[in-house]
């Protein structure tokens, strides 16, 4: 019923792709302006609205690249307290910068983490700022074309590939499908480990990909999970009962895990870059103290848990851990994948994108 309800608002998504095709044909046009910049740019994004995997993918390509070269990344700092330009310090917060960048400044300290809405004029600050800067990787800017990316990265999941999907209302894409023309390579992410050469086939002739584009496959891999104040690692055991706590746009491959690999799990949900309040961490601390195991454990996100952190005073007394994911490539092309990332930014660093 609610899909066919959905379906009604297919008014709504013509229009949208209107305006979003206009948009784009000025762009391609050069009737509005892509700036380009003389060192590599590399987009990472996707069509839909969130959830394929785009700051684990950021991660990935931060730890390639930042022992080769001076690395800094772009966000916007979705709903952060904050305006304008800012770079990742010493002092600075998720409230400050948001999440997702949060996070980056956390794994990476030594790299360049900056926010800015209008990447276009935060790209020459991070420049001023950093000169010894090599290579800047915008997260999430696949729709973001007054900058022009010299690598353009974008996901789509296994399970919603975005040649199946409809422009939201309707579905959750936020751009047209034909968009992805201007990647270089797509990446189909959350795939099953165990995905078949048939399988992958056909996906790739449904993509029906560019001759310039290049397709890769990833799946979920699962790291040991780390203690949200100590950092220290320890391999939770599978009898133990979880709470899960969970702010993302797609919980599903994580609920699964869960489900497959501990004893029971309880889950409190809250919206995608849930900003915690004192009311929520009654309502985590109310709902650990109800799970009934001898072992228990309250278990999140890295990104959940960067905004957890200033309750750390709170929660200091409860074993709170988060779980780190990163993309597996399949098919043994991580190398593959590696040396194209490379050779662009060797072979554009003094040359213009």
């Known amino acids: 019923m609610l899909k066919s309800f959905r379906f009604l608002l297919l008014p709504l998504s013509f229009i949208y792709s209107i305006f979003i095709s206009v948009r784009n044909w000025l762009f391609d046009k050069k009737i509005w302006k892509s700036a380009g910049f003389n060192f590599p740019l590399i987009c990472v994004g996707n069509l839909a609205v969130g959830g394929t995997g785009k700051s684990p993918m950021t991660e990935y390509l931060v730890g390639l690249l930042k022992n080769r070269f001076n690395t800094a990344t772009l966000s916007r700092g979705y709903k ?10 010493e002092n600075t917060t998720a409230l400050d910068i948001g999440d997702e960048p949060m996070q980056f400044h956390q794994k990476f300290p030594d790299i360049t983490v900056a926010v800015g809405e209008e990447r276009l004029v935060a790209i020459p600050q991070i420049l001023h700022a950093r000169p010894e800067t090599e290579v800047i990787i915008l997260d999430d800017a696949f729709q973001h074309r007054r900058v022009r990316a010299g690598l353009n990265i974008l996901l789509t999941q296994y399970n919603d590939l975005y040649v199946h999907d409809f422009l939201i209302p309707v ?4 751009d047209v499908k034909s968009s992805a023309k201007r990647a270089e390579i797509i990446v ?8 078949s050469v048939e399988e992958k086939n056909k996906i790739k002739k449904q993509l029906n990909l560019l001759e310039k584009q290049k397709l890769f496959f990833t799946t979920i891999a699962y790291s040991k999970p780390s203690h949200l104040f100590t950092g220290e690692e320890f391999q939770i055991p599978a009898e133990a009962d979880i709470l899960l706590i969970c702010g993302i746009a797609n919980p599903g491959p994580l609920k699964n895990f869960l489900g497959n690999n501990y004893h029971s799990f309880d889950m409190i949900s809250f919206p995608d870059h849930h900003i915690f309040r004192s009311d929520d961490l009654k309502e985590i601390i109310n709902g650990f103290e ?3 195991g001898k072992e228990k454990f309250i278990l999140t996100t890295e990104k959940d848990g960067v905004r957890l952190e200033k309750y750390k005073n709170e929660l200091k007394d409860y ?4 779980l780190p994911i990163k993309h597996k490539f399949l098919f043994d092309e991580e190398i593959k994948f590696n040396e194209i990332i490379i050779k662009f930014v060797e072979e554009n660093k003094n040359s213009p994108t």
Do not use: D, Q, S, W
């Not at 952060?80 to 310090?89: L, N, P, S, V």
């Not at 189909?188 to 995905?195: E, G, Q, S």
């Open 80 to 89: 952060r307290k904050t305006k304008g330009f800012a770079i990742a310090g």
């Open 171 to 174: 579905g959750g894409l936020r």
């Open 188 to 195: 189909v992410t959350k795939c099953p480990p165990n995905l």
């Open 290 to 292: 109800k799970l009934g």
């Open 319 to 322: 074993p709170v851990y988060v």
